[in-house]
């Protein structure tokens, strides 16, 4: 009887062409196949965490679940947990791409170019526009921090660096003689973003403006705070019944140290 038994697996051979693209797509495309992925990845993340931004100002933070945020995003709740393993790695991810915002925003800074108009500029970048919605999201995290201990150290490091940030600005600033000689940088920037957290506050609860005027006002504090010149005062013209507004400083007047 002639023995009809498969010989062993190992003695097969592969083509030579098995390694080959599929038929239509280049070996160079192939190449660059794991690039493409990443940036599908990227886009699906941030799709998703614009989908959280909105449920998270329109719902409150404990009302969002991620049923809720893979609605809003257009997915599984399922294929969701891909990206995302819980809401607080969602908030991480968010913090996350806000210190990426800082940071570009902080390196753009002309270290040629008058302090006051850069610090302004970083006001407006912060403060107008779109503040409203950023700021009713900082307010969502700012309290689930004051109970929640992981959110918390997820938001803590962001402010660590954006006055770390400050301070090399403020530094910068005072040996060019644009602010006093005697401001303690340090203290000066955690009072910053003391002001800069009432605006946020402010922006989210009071909706009447684009929040020009209100910045303006900070920047009259700021002004005061680090050159010593007096800030969101009356004029003469006030004191005797005439114009109410403070005197507000232009941005590239140099303070007396």
């Known amino acids: 009887m002639t023995d009809r038994r498969p010989g062993p697996a190992s003695t097969s051979v592969l083509p030579a062409h098995a390694d080959a693209p599929p038929p239509g797509q280049r070996p160079e495309a192939r190449a660059h196949e794991p690039e493409r992925l990443e940036v599908q990845r990227t886009e699906r993340r941030d799709l998703i965490l614009r989908a959280a931004e909105r449920c ?6 404990h009302r969002t679940t991620m049923q809720l945020v893979a609605k809003e995003a257009g997915m599984s709740q399922g294929n969701l947990y891909r990206y995302f393993p819980s809401k607080n790695a969602i908030v991480e991810g968010l913090v996350e ?3 990426d915002e800082a940071r570009r925003r902080f390196d753009s800074v002309d270290p040629g170019a008058p302090f006051w108009d850069q610090f302004r500029k970083l006001g407006e970048d912060y403060f107008i526009g779109d503040a409203q919605c ?3 999201l900082c307010i969502e995290i700012w309290a689930e921090a004051t109970r929640n201990p992981e959110i918390d150290a997820i938001n803590r490091p962001i402010e660590q660096e954006i006055v770390a940030r400050l301070v090399a600005l403020l530094e910068r600033a005072q040996v060019r003689g644009e602010i006093a000689a005697d401001i303690d940088c340090a203290a000066a920037a955690q009072m910053i973003i003391v002001i800069t957290s009432g605006l946020y506050v402010r922006s989210a609860l009071r909706r009447d403006g684009d929040g020009t005027e209100q910045l303006e006002r900070a920047l009259e504090a700021v002004y005061g705070l680090l050159s010593g010149a007096p800030a969101l005062r009356l004029s003469r013209s006030d004191a005797s019944g ?5 005197e507000r400083p232009a941005s590239t007047q140099e303070p007396s140290s």
């Open 56 to 61: 998270f100002t329109s719902f409150g933070f």
């Open 97 to 99: 791409r806000d210190r």
């Open 134 to 136: 950023k700021a009713a």
């Open 242 to 246: 005439g114009h109410c507004g403070p």
